[in-house]
């Protein structure tokens, strides 16, 4: 597979794990980049730059290839050492950084004076043309389908990824709902020229996830998931669980950041990963959850999705068969 995306980041197929807070960490990356995509470590992840040094250098002993560290602006994920992330990342020769959150124009001059290539994730047309402007690569754009944080305008991706293919000249990739080859051959169609999964890849084998996560995933379907966070301008796509459902309630009521703040804490999401308590608190899940039938590896989930993006694209070029001719007349 050939996208200015593969050209760009020197990878085979243009498919990219998204940075996963409290989960991207080296055994998925590198196992993302190893079968032929984008692995990205998640620096929020790590409480100092010297933690996230040693995880790349873990990274390293597993893979070669290209691999990326995302960096969290998220005004929600406060006090993160970025600067002495970013000194890391340069140091220990990582050359793709993703940002998110935040337009990225503060550290867009460190970054390109050191050659890295920087994705930008928005959510939202005219993000994309800021990152863009502020000299970007690329840009990732999410829809209303996304896990973690679908933005504030609840635009679904078979709207927001053409408009955002129209309105800038810098590759896009598309994420959010996005979990099978039959997804990623219709993001191709947009116009997009890679894709980001987060939601598919916290149901890999590598993540570093509790199994009771990963089997609720594997049964869960495009019900399964809600919408919280709105009313305090930090919209949030998470499992639709009892604590989910609190937060909806609350919100619905008009409830203010103080109440809402003890239900929607850190705390409580690592719980959910780590001790598999899945009502413990929210954790961020897309509604392509619904696509997931079994917990493969990193490997297996990027050939699937590549093998049946071409099964995809073949049975596109038959619709035509021999009329394609005719209408093009
Ligand atoms: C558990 C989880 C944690 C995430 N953490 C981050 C993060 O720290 N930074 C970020 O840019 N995106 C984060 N995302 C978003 C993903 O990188 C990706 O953009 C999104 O999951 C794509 O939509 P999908 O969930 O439908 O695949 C997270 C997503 C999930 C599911």
Redesign the pocket.
């Known amino acids: 597979m050939k996208t200015r995306i593969t050209k760009l980041l020197n990878i085979e197929y243009p498919v990219i794990c ?7 960490r080296a055994p998925l990356a590198a196992a993302v980049s190893e079968a032929g995509g984008l692995g990205i470590m ?1 620096s ?1 992840t790590f409480e100092t730059a010297e933690d996230l040094r040693r995880e790349i250098r873990v990274a390293r002993k597993l893979t070669e290839k290209p691999i990326g560290v ?1 960096i ?1 602006l ?1 005004p929600s ?1 406060k006090n993160m050492p970025n600067e002495a992330y970013i000194d890391v990342l340069l140091d220990e020769g990582i050359r793709i950084v ?1 940002t ?2 935040r337009s990225p124009e503060p550290y867009m001059k460190v970054l390109k004076d050191n050659n890295v290539t920087v994705i930008h ?1 928005v959510a939202g047309v005219k993000y994309a043309k800021t990152a863009e402007r502020v000299g970007c690569d690329a840009v ?1 754009v ?1 829809g209303f ?5 679908p933005g504030m305008e609840d635009v679904g991706n078979i709207v927001l990824v053409p408009q955002t293919v129209d309105a800038v000249s810098i590759p896009v990739l598309a ?5 099978d080859g039959r997804g990623l051959t219709a993001m191709l169609a947009l116009g997009a020229e890679g894709i ?5 890849f ?1 149901a890999s084998q590598e993540a570093m996830v509790h199994d009771n996560v990963k089997r609720w995933m594997v049964q869960a379907t495009e019900l399964d998931t809600a919408i919280i966070q709105k009313s305090i301008g930090s919209t949030s796509r998470v499992a639709r669980n009892e604590i989910a459902l609190q937060v909806m309630e609350a919100e619905n009521r008009g409830a203010e950041l103080k109440e809402l703040l003890p239900l929607i804490s850190g705390q409580r999401a690592a719980k959910v990963f780590n001790e598999g308590d899945l009502d413990a608190g929210i ?6 959850v619904a696509r997931i039938s079994d917990i493969q590896t990193a490997e297996e989930i990027i050939l699937g999705v590549v093998g049946e993006a071409k099964q995809a694209m073949e049975r596109m070029s038959k619709v035509w068969g021999n009329s394609m001719v005719h209408c093009l007349k």
């Open positions: 998204g940075g996963l807070y409290r989960i991207g998640t929020a995302n969290n998220f994920v993703e998110s959150g994730k990732t999410v389908e996304a896990g973690g944080h994420g959010g709902g996005i979990a980001v999964m987060g939601t598919r916290l954790f961020s899940c897309g509604q392509s």
